[in-house]
């Protein structure tokens, strides 16, 4: 069953530091992992995205890394900002039988305080 | 880049009445839809899948008579709530996908059943 881990479910930052969050997932075959900020009552916005081959993908202050032999993925919040606080969801696309198929994981839900 | 326009924002409606939500690729033909619900703090919940010209697969649990699906041309979809009732309220948010496999999300509508 394809599924999508993320941690922690929750953190609460001071503004101006860093932060890092986790994605683990087992989606086969996996096509590619896309980072989605999503603030509350709005869609989520895409942040960055990396297939199987990229290791490394930078975004402004944002960047994510891939590691496809442990099936592993962070985002790198560099100086945080007030704004920055939103969902950050983690979702997998696994492409089987000529369709793409989603599986998102239940977001980290990030707090920038003054 | 990819735009997805959603429409209405928010709505408010009586019990028993319908609501469509419109979903909109602006500048790519969208090959496949994608609508969610999500409910407050919790993650985005897959009702079900579309493609153009074919009838919407729908995931268990997600009443297909109830949450009506039309996906007639490859830059537009719709999803209408028939006879909603109060536990309907929800944020509905479709996300478009291209042949690239690639996807944006709409902006999503926040639906009141009173």
């Known amino acids: 069953k394809n599924q999508v881990e993320q941690s922690p479910q929750s953190l609460i930052i001071l503004e101006g530091k860093n932060c890092t969050l986790q994605?683990?997932?087992?989606?086969?075959?996996?096509?590619?992992l896309r980072w989605y900020k999503q603030d509350t009552g709005r869609g989520p916005v895409s942040l960055t995205i990396m297939t199987f081959s990229e290791n490394t993908k930078s975004n402004g202050r944002y960047t994510a890394t891939l590691d496809a032999d442990t099936k592993q993925s962070s985002l790198h919040i560099t100086a945080s900002q007030l704004s920055d606080s939103a969902s950050y969801i983690c979702v997998v696309t696994a492409y089987r039988a000529g369709s793409y198929q989603l599986t998102f994981g239940k977001g980290t839900k990030l707090s920038v305080i003054p | 880049g990819a735009v997805v326009s959603q429409h209405p924002s928010w709505v408010i409606c009586k019990s028993g009445t319908s609501v469509k939500i419109e979903c909109r690729s602006l500048d790519f033909q969208a090959t496949t839809m994608f609508w969610y619900r999500q409910f407050p703090k919790q993650s985005l919940m897959l009702m079900a899948t579309?493609?153009?010209?074919?009838?919407?697969?729908?995931e268990q649990g997600v009443e297909k008579d109830k949450f009506l699906i039309n996906h007639a041309s490859l830059t537009l979809s719709t999803l209408t709530v028939t006879s909603a009732h109060p536990e309907d309220s929800s944020f509905y948010i479709c996300?478009?996908?291209?042949?690239?496999?690639?996807?944006?999300f709409g902006s999503g509508t926040r639906l009141t059943v009173v």
């Open positions: 579309s493609n153009e010209g074919s009838k919407a697969t729908y």
């Open positions: 996300s478009a996908g291209g042949r690239e496999g690639g996807y944006t």
């Open positions: 994605c683990n997932y087992t989606v086969s075959p996996f096509s590619n």
